[in-house]
């Protein structure tokens, strides 16, 4: 199983600085809205620290898929690591189409804006990234969380994070 985990950092670019200096490689960097749904029957609420319906709109990627890509995302928590599971996932050309998908059941909820840089150091994927209503992140991806926790200590990392963006944000925009 693979952890991830997210953290604030003091700011991006002293953060990419000190990732290069380490010796990570650059590998694009990427722009993308996200647009969070919630179901349509108010009595089951869903945590979206566990669990949201996503609707991905790509401006900018080196990765390859379609322009929108919608997504079941199930998040389950051990010992501050976070482990993913997608039970759905489907590209679209359109979004009408990608919303016409989860119409019976979902509606929006709210959306935000993501602009990132992806590395990979060593075995780690890390993204640096500037999220709408958040302060910068980083998040790794690797086999095991000591691999993270090393790499948080080289980089002074804020504060770890043991929620969901869409939860971060759900809670912001609650306020």
């Given at each position: 199983m693979t952890a991830e985990i997210r953290a604030y950092i003091l700011d991006i670019e002293s953060t990419i600085k000190k990732l290069e200096n380490l010796g990570?490689?650059?590998?694009?960097?990427y722009?993308?809205?996200d647009y969070i749904y919630k179901l349509k029957d108010d009595s089951k609420k869903i945590d979206l620290n566990n669990e949201f319906m996503r609707i991905r709109e790509y401006e900018k990627s080196q990765w390859t898929h379609k322009k929108y890509v919608l997504v079941h995302k199930l998040t389950r928590w051990k010992d501050g690591n976070?482990?993913?599971f997608v039970p759905l996932k489907k590209e679209?050309?359109?979004?009408?189409d990608a919303e016409k998908e989860i119409s019976n059941s979902y509606e929006l909820n709210f959306k935000f804006h993501k602009h990132g840089f992806e590395y990979w150091f060593k075995s780690l994927k890390i993204h640096v990234e500037e999220i709408e209503y958040l302060e910068p992140t980083i998040e790794v991806t690797a086999e095991d969380k000591e691999s993270i926790d090393n790499l948080f200590k080289k980089l002074d990392v804020s504060?770890?994070?043991f929620k969901s963006v869409p939860k971060l944000i759900?809670?912001?925009?609650?306020?």
């Amino acid at each position: 199983m693979t952890a991830e985990i997210r953290a604030y950092i003091l700011d991006i670019e002293s953060t990419i600085k000190k990732l290069e200096n380490l010796g990570a490689e650059f590998k694009g960097d990427y722009a993308f809205t996200d647009y969070i749904y919630k179901l349509k029957d108010d009595s089951k609420k869903i945590d979206l620290n566990n669990e949201f319906m996503r609707i991905r709109e790509y401006e900018k990627s080196q990765w390859t898929h379609k322009k929108y890509v919608l997504v079941h995302k199930l998040t389950r928590w051990k010992d501050g690591n976070r482990f993913i599971f997608v039970p759905l996932k489907k590209e679209f050309d359109k979004k009408q189409d990608a919303e016409k998908e989860i119409s019976n059941s979902y509606e929006l909820n709210f959306k935000f804006h993501k602009h990132g840089f992806e590395y990979w150091f060593k075995s780690l994927k890390i993204h640096v990234e500037e999220i709408e209503y958040l302060e910068p992140t980083i998040e790794v991806t690797a086999e095991d969380k000591e691999s993270i926790d090393n790499l948080f200590k080289k980089l002074d990392v804020s504060e770890t994070i043991f929620k969901s963006v869409p939860k971060l944000i759900e809670e912001k925009l609650n306020k």
